[in-house]
């Protein structure tokens, strides 16, 4: 267990670093996050009503987008030069490869998240009522956005198929999260007059699972790509 | 005792048969010369005697280890030398390699070791990988191959863009390894390789091996 962590560690490390370096996903999706915020709050400037009950929808909407980003980045460091074949001859267990790019998938989204959720209070001058859940919302809804991501994208390149497929096949299923980290943000922002911690709970389930599944999966996808 | 050992061996490449039904059979401490034209899979058989091409049919055994269920096994104990590198081109050739060890569990002497004997120096351990020509990460990664000290190498086209030096010191350190005893395949669409060294000559066509006796005597690599 402890080889496990440490290999995860290893890969989660290596990612974050080549990402630092190069600023593969943060060059893109930092400007785009942005630009959403600012364009989405000039297009409804007129209606404060709309802007604070959208915030919460539009926040997820741009980690979604940004998933999709960060998650073909990350496969395609192990695609290049097939470099993931430097970490399968080191004895790297497929499931400690995924579990740490999970993890630095998970870093750059709350990252973005650490950049929208201030914007929305700026631009649109929402409230946040309760810190806690909008950072348990972000936890749970992150890890299950990042691991179908990193699933998804692994698929993707294992049957060959077009890197247009992955939105497709990725919004569907992410949408239970989707859905729920809206909810759940909706009642932190004191937009909803639903119990946004039974919506996290949710979160939390479907990212424990999605993580289980995805790292027992992950050995048999590995082998196509 | 046989290092590799493929029976009516079938490997798909993107449904077609790059391995036809290969036969054939390494003794431990052999040194093997795979010879063909492109395409007659001598790539794909190295890649599969790596465990990273999955066997579609037929049986096959590397170091003992079934190539159909146990390829991870069968990984961690080769090392492949092919055109793809297996490096990640944003960390330094120092930083890919400290990595690997570290997964891998190999003393970072062992390391300092390669680097050393494939003359590469400081400067270019600190280099990151993509602004090292081709030769130059083909001998980052053929260091990565000398600190594991692998018991088969698996050597695709070698020899292939490297200069005069560079292609001296691999010739060496390949001979190093035979003499300590590792089994070794080298794939060489170049009929040239032949004429230098004294190894057993495989020929394959069309992802079968069409004629591949066994070599007189010990075999080794000579310059």
Redesign the interface.
Known sequence: MIAFI??AY?VFV?DL??EW??RNTSGHVLPFAFFVLVFFGFTFNSSQTVLEQATPGLIWMVVLFVTIVAAENSLR?ET?????????????LPAAIFVGKVGSVVLQLLFVELVLVPGAVVFYASDVESLPLVVAASAGATIGLATVGCLLSTVVVGV?ARRTVLPILFMPLVSPVLVAATRAFGDAFGVFAVNGWSWTGLLALFAVVNLIVGAMMYSQLL?DI | MQAVRFLDGVVLAGGFPALAGVDLAVEYGEVVLLQGANGAGKSTLLGACAGFNKLASGTAEVLGYNLATQRAEVRRRVGLLDHTIALYRNLTAMENLQMWARMARIEAVDIEYSFDRLNITENLQKMPIAQLSKGQQQRVALAAIIARRPEIWLLDEPFSGLDANSRELLFDVISEAAQAGATILIASHDTAISSGCDARIVRMIAGVVVDGKPAVGQSTILR
Request: aromatic residues 0%; glycine residues 8%; proline residues 0%.
């Open positions: 440490k290999d290893i290596k670093k080549i370096r190069t460091l290049e030069n097939e470099a993931v074949r430097l970490l399968l001859t080191g004895g790297v060959k082998e």
